[in-house]
């Protein structure tokens, strides 16, 4: 059964450290792993984009490792702000549907604290 | 800051009514995608269009019908709404293509009474 598992559920962190997010999945055959960021009451948006020969991939504060042999990815945050308290979604794409079919995490909600 | 727009925000309304869920992109995307998401669980795909004229049902069984007459426009309707229905619904697009990342509206959060 394809899943993908997110961890932890929630986090609290003081503005200004570092945190990461650990997402691992079952999916396959896999096509790419995306995080996005739910802000409240908003739509989720996509942070990063990984590929099965991508390692780690950087987007500003946000960067983003893979390991598709143990099907293992990580979202680390540097030098967290308030703006970064949100919900962190990873997504796995299906390469063997059409659709491209996703499944979704449950999110990590992250809190950052002044 | 994606171009996809759902109305209305916020819809609090009585058992047997009809509504209709609005999402209009102006991106130029084929695929469209209607989403339920619950608090603290995972998006469960519950409708997608791969272009005009184009429905399809997704993995979460739904009540709730949708039409694409035009390639912006994919509205979600439930012809009697029940408390089972509250949920947040959120719209997405995409364009054509592998490894395209989906573009959410900020969603319809709906309230059965």
């Not at chain 1, 570092?18 to 942070?47: A, E, I």
């Not at chain 2, 209305?8 to 995307?29: D, F």
């Not at chain 2, 184009?54 to 709730?64: A, H, R, V």
Request: proline share 4%; net charge neutral; with cysteine.
């Amino acid at each position: 059964k394809n899943q993908v598992e997110q961890s932890p559920q929630s986090l609290i962190i003081l503005e200004g450290k570092n945190c990461t997010l650990q997402c691992n999945y079952t999916v396959s055959p896999f096509s790419n792993l995306r995080w996005y960021k739910q802000d409240t009451g908003r739509g989720p948006v996509s942070l990063t984009i990984m590929t099965f020969s991508e390692n780690t991939k950087s987007n500003g504060r946000y960067t983003a490792t893979l390991d598709a042999d143990t099907k293992q990815s990580s979202l680390h945050i540097t030098a967290s702000q308030l703006s970064d308290s949100a919900s962190y979604i990873c997504v796995v794409t299906d390469r063997g549907s059409t659709l491209g079919r996703l499944y979704f995490g449950r999110g990590t909600q992250l809190t950052v604290w002044p | 800051e994606a171009d996809i727009y759902q109305t209305p925000r916020y819809l609090v309304i009585g058992t047997g009514k009809k509504i209709t869920l609005e999402c209009s992109q102006t991106m130029g995307h084929d695929k469209m995608y209607w989403y339920q998401q619950d608090p603290g669980m995972e998006l469960h795909l519950i409708h997608y269009s791969y272009g005009v004229n184009s429905t399809e049902k997704g993995d979460l069984s739904s009540e709730s019908t949708v039409s694409r007459i035009r390639t912006e426009h994919f509205p979600l309707t439930l012809e009697s709404a029940r408390p089972s229905h509250t949920s947040q619904y959120l719209c997405a697009s995409s364009p054509q293509g592998g490894g395209q990342p989906q573009h959410f509206g900020d969603g319809t959060r709906l309230s059965i009474l």
